[in-house]
């Protein structure tokens, strides 16, 4: 198996050694989703393809529309980005990395499911699903010559979270108000919107600048009105309920499997579902 090289979406500041920690933390996940997969048989209807950028006339944008259309998502807004994920047997998980400069790190070794571990510091649902977004974007295309990866990687999320052909109706007279009103459709935040109208050509330079002056004027570059949701994974749950229901382990013996204390398997695979989270470990 190749080495891999795990995918950061992160602003400057951060220091090497926070990074670390945090990379640490998806290690240690993702080895213990491996030992659990070794008990199911995880059949998803979809899976992650592996694309060049150079192979796509329309690059990024294409291979967004591509993904979509592969993984059976229908026009118009995606109601899950996590779930999405998850019908492609990628795994989601939320933690707290104690910065809000990292937004997620993602694990993609060759022959194995991708691991998204997003932070839960991060309250703004909207952000964490364009981030989630840009991270499929790396784990699906392949162009190690790319003198911009990151760039590629917002270019995918657009399409994929906005299709041109879709928004484009949506973005005429473009202002404010009208962001308001099209962020809880899209689920994306205004300043994605403002972006998604400027690289279509709906607004003028002039008017993007103008735009973005009046959310630093209003506090919305920090906190916009509007809130979406936090989306939830399911995914790793269900597989805890199968080796609890189906293959009769009780949770103390899932710990044993996973080399886990009990406080790291509840905050680990319980903490986000209400099924799980009121169990106790027996034996």
């Known amino acids: 198996m190749a080495p891999f090289v795990p995918n950061y979406r992160k602003r400057q500041g951060l220091p090497i050694s926070e990074q670390k920690i945090i990379e640490a933390q998806a290690n240690v996940l993702r080895m213990r989703v491996t030992r659990l997969l070794r008990g199911v048989d995880l059949e998803s209807p979809n899976q992650f393809p592996r694309l ?38 990628g795994f989601v998980f939320r933690r707290p990395f104690g910065t809000t400069q990292l937004d997620a790190v993602i694990q ?37 010559l790319s003198p911009d990866p990151e760039k590629e990687a917002n270019d995918f999320a657009s399409e994929f979270l906005m299709p041109a052909r879709e928004i484009a109706g949506d973005l005429n007279d473009f202002g404010l108000a009208k962001a308001l009103r099209l962020k809880p459709y899209w689920k994306v935040s205004i300043q994605a919107l403002i972006r998604r109208a400027y690289d279509l050509g709906k607004i003028s330079p002039r008017k993007y600048r103008s735009l973005f002056t009046q959310l630093s004027a209003s506090g919305w570059r920090v906190r916009e009105p509007i809130p979406i949701p936090v989306e939830t994974p399911t995914l790793i749950h269900d597989i805890v309920t199968v080796h609890v229901d189906q293959l009769n382990m ?31 470990i027996v034996g």
């Open 52 to 89: 060049d950028v150079d192979s796509f006339a329309d690059g990024p944008q294409e291979i967004a529309r591509r993904v979509r259309a592969d993984w059976h998502l229908p026009s118009g807004p995606i109601r899950s980005v996590t779930g999405a994920i998850e019908s492609a047997g």
């Open 108 to 144: 993609s070794p060759n022959g194995l499911c991708p691991l998204f571990l997003i932070n839960s510091n991060v309250p703004a649902g909207d952000r964490l699903r364009f981030t989630l977004a840009h991270e499929i974007g790396h784990v699906v295309m392949r162009n190690s």
């Open 250 to 280: 009780n949770y103390g013996e899932i710990c044993r499997t996973l080399v886990s204390r009990e406080d790291d398997f509840r905050s680990q695979f319980c903490a986000e579902d209400p099924r799980l989270r009121g169990f106790g």
